[in-house]
């Protein structure tokens, strides 16, 4: 893999291809933005540009031939280091990076090593959405005072998932959805098959190959425009569309995995709706992604009187429910609620406060 690769970040490329002309390259950063748009393929193809033995790190290029390059590719390079929170646990367990008895020294303690072969070492910390408190902690110092030739990349979707303490210490770079074009040809490379044309998933897609993925399957699909339509009326929570979440959902014993990106999934997609709704409550005329938004968002604009301070509060209940995913076992005890909440909000009613 090469930058040719790297689609829809090449002003993001260019700012790392300046810093390393100037020998600027900062040894801490985070990168933000919506989930599946390339931000860990953006990460890992920085880290092979450093790590290659045919060109100078200042050209922050890669040959994808050289040793190193095959290794970073074959994800066994000794000097990359590579974090994600594990599928059963609700954040990033402060074992990764403190260590402890079962699981080794931990990355604190890795990140300082003496580099094995490729000259620095580079840590890439995915889903930084979820550092608790005490993992956070247990990475200040390093983040502080990086070790000398390494570099720590956090991955999350957003500024505000971060804790102060984290934006503080790291250079952010932002991220921004693939443009359409960018993620058709992706898709279209990814030869994934029979299902939703690519004519109505790329623009539904919201410029991310994993919701595109999601939304692959045709009844995943037909479930995003209801879900789209039933937020246009402003009752959320009528007719009984609970259960249709619930059915889209799985059962019990669906993997847990599956079910919290299909919660998110639902969490974004009301986010993006009720955003483009502000905006057109507020006199702004933003351009729907694709005709089924369009024809939502004119329903639920018709139906409107309530205050526009009303939909940031819906968008905000919305990030509050999706920030408590990964701690529901029951999802009608979380679904249930939030869509209460929209109805109540969406008709003007104020909520009594509550902790999410």
Same mark, same amino acid.
């Given at each position: 893999?090469?930058?040719? #690769?790297? +689609? $829809?970040?090449?002003?993001?490329?260019?700012? %790392?291809?300046?810093?390393?002309?100037?020998e600027? /390259?900062a040894?801490? %950063?985070? &990168?933000v933005?919506?989930e599946g748009?390339?931000?860990?393929?953006?990460?890992?193809?920085?880290?092979?540009? /450093?790590?290659?033995?045919? +060109?100078?790190?200042?050209?922050?290029?890669?040959?994808d031939a050289c040793?190193?390059?095959?290794?970073?590719?074959?994800g066994?390079?000794?000097? *990359?280091?590579?974090l994600? !929170?594990?599928?059963?646990?609700?954040?990033?367990?402060?074992?990764?990076f403190?260590?402890?008895?079962?699981?080794?020294?931990?990355?604190?303690?890795?990140?300082?090593?003496?580099?094995?072969?490729?000259?620095?070492?580079i840590a890439?910390?995915?889903?930084?959405d979820?550092?608790?408190?005490e993992?956070?902690?247990?990475?200040l110092?390093?983040?502080?005072?990086?070790?000398?030739r390494?570099?720590?990349?956090?991955? $999350?979707?957003?500024?505000?998932?971060?804790?102060?303490?984290?934006?503080?210490?790291?250079?952010?770079?932002r991220f921004?959805?693939?443009?359409?074009?960018?993620?058709? *040809?992706?898709?279209?490379?990814?030869a994934?098959?029979?299902?939703?044309?690519?004519?109505d998933?790329?623009?539904?897609?919201?410029?991310?190959?994993?919701?595109?993925?999601?939304? +692959?399957?045709?009844?995943? &699909?037909? %479930?995003?425009?209801?879900?789209?339509?039933?937020?246009?009326?402003?009752?959320?929570?009528?007719?009984d569309?609970?259960?249709?979440?619930?059915g889209? *959902?799985?059962?019990?014993?669906?993997?847990?995995?599956?079910?919290?990106? !299909?919660?998110?999934?639902?969490?974004?997609?009301?986010?993006e %709706?009720? $955003?483009?709704? *502000?905006q057109?409550?507020s006199?702004?005329?933003?351009?729907?992604?694709?005709?089924?938004?369009?024809?939502?968002?004119?329903?639920?604009?018709?139906?409107?009187?309530?205050?526009?301070?009303?939909?940031?509060?819906?968008?905000?209940?919305?990030e509050?429910?999706?920030?408590?995913?990964e701690?529901?076992?029951?999802?009608?005890?979380?679904?249930?609620?939030?869509?209460?909440?929209?109805g109540?909000?969406?008709?003007g009613?104020?909520l009594?406060?509550? #902790?999410?």
């Amino acid at each position: 893999m090469s930058w040719l #690769e790297i +689609h $829809g970040h090449q002003h993001q490329e260019q700012l %790392f291809r300046r810093a390393a002309r100037k020998e600027r /390259l900062a040894s801490t %950063f985070l &990168f933000v933005g919506p989930e599946g748009i390339g931000k860990r393929k953006f990460a890992r193809q920085l880290a092979r540009a /450093l790590f290659c033995e045919r +060109h100078a790190e200042n050209e922050l290029q890669s040959c994808d031939a050289c040793p190193q390059c095959l290794q970073v590719s074959a994800g066994s390079h000794p000097d *990359l280091l590579e974090l994600r !929170k594990p599928d059963d646990k609700n954040s990033l367990p402060i074992k990764m990076f403190a260590g402890d008895e079962d699981y080794g020294p931990g990355l604190c303690h890795d990140i300082a090593i003496k580099p094995a072969a490729g000259g620095r070492r580079i840590a890439i910390i995915d889903d930084a959405d979820f550092l608790s408190t005490e993992s956070a902690n247990s990475l200040l110092k390093t983040l502080e005072e990086p070790p000398p030739r390494s570099i720590l990349i956090l991955l $999350g979707t957003s500024e505000q998932q971060q804790l102060p303490t984290i934006l503080s210490r790291c250079q952010i770079v932002r991220f921004q959805p693939l443009p359409i074009a960018d993620l058709r *040809l992706i898709l279209e490379g990814m030869a994934i098959g029979e299902g939703t044309p690519l004519d109505d998933l790329v623009p539904a897609s919201s410029g991310s190959v994993q919701q595109a993925l999601l939304l +692959h399957p045709p009844e995943v &699909f037909a %479930f995003r425009t209801q879900l789209l339509q039933q937020l246009a009326t402003l009752n959320p929570a009528g007719g009984d569309f609970l259960k249709l979440l619930l059915g889209f *959902l799985g059962d019990k014993d669906s993997e847990a995995v599956v079910k919290r990106a !299909k919660l998110r999934f639902i969490a974004d997609l009301a986010i993006e %709706f009720y $955003g483009l709704l *502000l905006q057109r409550t507020s006199g702004l005329n933003p351009s729907p992604p694709d005709s089924v938004t369009a024809g939502a968002l004119a329903e639920a604009t018709q139906r409107w009187t309530a205050p526009a301070v009303q939909l940031a509060t819906m968008i905000e209940r919305t990030e509050a429910m999706s920030s408590q995913i990964e701690m529901y076992l029951n999802s009608a005890n979380l679904l249930g609620p939030w869509l209460a909440d929209l109805g109540n909000l969406g008709h003007g009613r104020t909520l009594i406060p509550v #902790e999410f």
